[in-house]
């Protein structure tokens, strides 16, 4: 053992020496190359702007120039028909229901009528896709028609009627018997990149799928940002006296990865201390832990908070994919209220109602979160690809510096200070209130 850990001392000290060089290689990679550079990634697109993005897409008379190009691959994954080039077809964003819905596409042509609810982040209403489901039948007439649910998320309703389209991949309950499928919506994409006759629109089509990639797929790191230090690595597992050590770090792969997890959770522990709150911490998991789970919050709570008050960071799917950070308030009177009452927060009123008392506070909200934020596409998925990524941009290796991970501690602690400020709030409103 020792004679492993000494040789692997000096591969380590031989890489850190070559540091300098490598840095210096790969900021000239970039500055020539610019291989981060992409606008879905600097634009941050929530839903609405994705929307937008594949209404053009799909649309024959789109700014991409490409005709029905989109459409008919996308027609040919659901086992539809292809158009021509001269076939009148619309293609409406937000198209309304008779219940007070908004379909995120419809694709409206004489002989088919297609809706598609797309979900990124957000969870499905509820009976929302048996509502949009029920209009197409109406709408459609005698034609056939389909409701693609664009999502890596089950459907809660309509559950036989939809057609589940992945974004990256199938996830892991792809059963075809019991769901219908389309082909990913990445595959789709990436299938007609050969007949694009646009250099810009084909290069705006891969930054595309960059972004579908890094926020569902949990992509790993991109060979040209890291190809230099990549390579110096592979360099060395071409020498026989390193394999040995080298096939230890892979062993150590995943004590790594926790450490990491575990380093960022001390730094944000740290982080929110250094502001003056003293929290303490909402159940015995640690964040690496709660991380590997679905619905599983990793949380703070400050005293004299409510038990169900809690600010958190969570994985939406477990495995440490798509994680967020929010103010966890289960809203009182809702399904999943009835459902679990014991977890019901009675000052979710109290943060709504300070919200809008302060117009210059806006929070993406939902039944179960007061507020979330996601976090950027490429530092959503935690796993061990993201680990590494931390410690090489981690200035001298200290992942507390780390610009994520600041922005992270810089997220709770506005959300810790937005719920003091809600509570201090209603407190002063109650004392001002005349007595009767």
């Known amino acids: 053992m020792s004679e492993i850990r000494e040789g692997l001392q000096g591969v380590i000290e031989a890489y850190i020496e070559r540091l300098p060089q490598l840095d210096a290689q790969t900021l000239a990679a970039e500055m020539y190359g610019a291989s981060r550079l992409n606008s879905f990634f600097i634009l941050r697109p929530d839903e609405r702007r994705i929307t937008d993005v594949l209404a053009d897409l799909l649309d024959p008379k789109g700014r991409h120039g490409q005709g029905n ?23 409406k964003v937000d198209a309304g229901t008779e219940k007070g819905g908004l379909i995120d596409l419809l694709i409206n042509h004489e002989k088919f009528l297609i809706g598609i609810e797309m979900k990124i982040f957000a969870p499905e209403r509820e009976r929302q896709l048996a509502d949009y489901h029920e209009h197409l039948a109406k709408e459609a007439q005698s034609r056939p028609f389909a409701l693609v649910f664009l999502a890596d998320q089950k459907p809660k309703s309509a559950q036989d009627k939809v057609i589940r389209m992945p974004w990256a991949a199938p996830d892991k309950d792809f059963d075809q018997k019991s ?77 790594i990865h926790q450490l990491v997890v575990d380093e960022i959770e001390a730094a944000l522990r740290e982080a929110i201390k250094a502001k003056g709150h003293e929290v303490s911490l909402v159940g015995e998991a640690s964040l690496f832990d709660a991380l590997a789970e679905r619905d599983k919050p990793w949380g703070v709570r400050k005293k004299g908070w409510e038990n169900n008050l809690t600010v958190v960071i969570q994985s939406e799917n477990g495995r440490y994919a798509l994680v967020f950070s929010g103010i966890r308030a289960l809203r009182p009177g809702g399904p999943d209220a009835k459902k679990r009452p014991q977890d019901v927060c009675n000052s979710r009123k109290t943060l709504e109602e300070y919200q809008k008392a302060h117009f210059s506070i806006r929070y993406q909200d939902g039944e179960c979160w007061f507020a979330y934020q996601d976090l950027e596409p490429l530092y959503k998925n935690w796993n061990a690809d993201f680990a590494a990524r931390i410690l090489l941009e981690s200035p001298n290796g200290n992942i507390a510096q780390h610009p994520q991970i600041k922005a992270l501690a810089a997220q709770m602690i506005a959300f810790i200070q937005f719920v003091d400020a809600a509570l201090q709030y209603a407190s002063d409103q109650k004392a001002d209130s005349p007595t009767p």
């Open 179 to 255: 769901w219908r499928w389309a082909r990913p919506m990445a595959a789709i994409l990436a299938e007609t990149l050969p007949d694009i006759r646009s250099e810009r629109c084909r290069s705006y089509i891969n930054e595309f799928l960059d972004w579908i990639g890094a926020t569902f797929g949990g992509v790993k790191m991109k060979d040209l940002e890291f190809a230099t230090y990549v390579d110096a690595v592979k360099g060395a597992f071409g020498t026989q006296a390193n394999r040995h050590f080298l096939g230890a770090v892979m062993e150590a792969s995943g004590a």
């Open 69 to 91: 190009l989109f459409l008919n691959a996308f027609l040919q994954a659901l086992e539809l028909r292809k158009i021509g080039w001269k076939d009148p077809v619309t293609v």
